[in-house]
């Protein structure tokens, strides 16, 4: 089992900035896409972006695109979510997910093929 650790979130007023940080303890992402998904009380957890395992393919919903980024250190083993321009629609628990593969350039878009999550880290805009 990969545990995975989120964190950076906190409270921040609309049109400021986070970068949240998603890391595996002990482990090393080599070999496994990474992906970011949020959920906001009372609705599904939704996709938000995705890194391959390369590093060298990314994936955006159309609510983020040009706003937020993706990227890895690959010499921190970490995987980074940065967030400019926030909305209070941003609102969210946001949690980092991970799958290995052997399709290095490929990106996973949906919930179902991740087989660890982390715990989340909470996200508020204010208004």
């Known amino acids: 089992q990969v545990q995975l650790v989120e964190s950076g979130g906190e409270l921040v007023q609309t049109g400021g900035s986070l970068r949240l940080s998603c890391t595996a303890p002990g482990r090393t992402f080599s070999g496994y896409a990474v992906g970011w998904f949020r959920q906001a009380p009372g609705k599904d957890r939704d996709f938000v972006a995705a890194i391959s395992a390369s590093g060298g393919a990314y994936y955006y919903a159309d609510s983020v695109k040009g706003r937020f980024t993706i990227s890895s250190d690959n010499a921190k083993d970490t995987v980074y979510l940065r967030m400019n321009n926030l909305e209070p629609e941003d609102t969210a628990v946001y949690y980092c997910?991970?799958?290995?593969?052997?399709?290095?350039?490929?990106?996973?878009?949906?919930?179902?093929?991740?087989?660890?999550w982390g715990q989340g880290t909470q996200v508020t805009v204010s208004s």
């Open positions: 997910a991970a799958k290995y593969t052997l399709e290095p350039d490929y990106t996973y878009t949906s919930r179902a093929p991740y087989d660890h």
